[in-house]
């Protein structure tokens, strides 16, 4: 788990998420009301698709400009999949791999305090088995 927990007000602007990823070098933001509370997630994917490039058509000049202002509360995805510090790593692995997601917020008593990633599974494997000790099979025909 990745803490402490790396979180954007939904006030915050498209620009200024994105910013936020870059400098902390992830890939996926929780959403959190004034007072704390998860109230949606970002990602790195969603702001790619939503923004428009500075060199778009100048037709879309304003699309633009209307985007840069564009608080997270408005495009954010609200429905959350979270887990809790005691869920089992497996059991986290399989809800990314089900539901074809790279990330999920962890919550402690209502509040984000920490991301569990897919790189974080693979750290946990690479810490936990060297390669001597692995053997993968790649489709036995």
Same mark, same amino acid.
């Given at each position: 788990?990745?803490?402490?927990?790396?979180?954007?007000?939904?006030?915050?602007?498209?620009?200024?998420?994105?910013?936020?990823?870059?400098?902390?070098?992830?890939?996926?933001?929780?959403?959190?009301?004034?007072?704390?509370?998860?109230?949606? #997630?970002? =990602?790195?994917?969603? *702001?790619? $698709?939503?923004?428009?490039?500075?060199?778009?058509? +100048?037709? @879309?000049?304003?699309?633009?400009?209307?985007?840069?202002?564009?608080?997270?509360?408005?495009?954010?995805?609200?429905?959350?999949?979270?887990?809790?510090?005691?869920?089992? #790593?497996? =059991?986290?692995?399989? *809800?990314? $791999?089900?539901?074809?997601?790279?990330?999920?917020? +962890?919550? @402690?008593?209502g509040?984000?305090?920490?991301?569990?990633?897919?790189?974080?599974?693979?750290?946990?494997?690479?810490?936990?088995?060297?390669?001597?000790?692995?053997a993968?099979?790649?489709?036995?025909?």
């Amino acid at each position: 788990m990745t803490t402490p927990a790396i979180v954007a007000l939904e006030t915050t602007t498209l620009p200024a998420a994105r910013r936020l990823l870059q400098e902390q070098q992830i890939r996926r933001l929780p959403v959190v009301n004034a007072g704390g509370a998860l109230v949606g #997630i970002i =990602t790195e994917g969603d *702001i790619n $698709r939503i923004s428009a490039s500075p060199a778009t058509d +100048v037709r @879309d000049y304003n699309l633009y400009h209307r985007v840069a202002d564009l608080p997270l509360r408005d495009c954010m995805t609200r429905e959350v999949i979270t887990v809790t510090p005691e869920t089992p #790593i497996v =059991t986290v692995a399989m *809800i990314l $791999r089900d539901r074809k997601i790279g990330g999920v917020p +962890v919550m @402690d008593d209502g509040y984000v305090v920490g991301m569990i990633t897919e790189n974080d599974l693979f750290n946990l494997l690479i810490c936990e088995y060297d390669q001597s000790n692995i053997a993968i099979m790649f489709g036995a025909g």
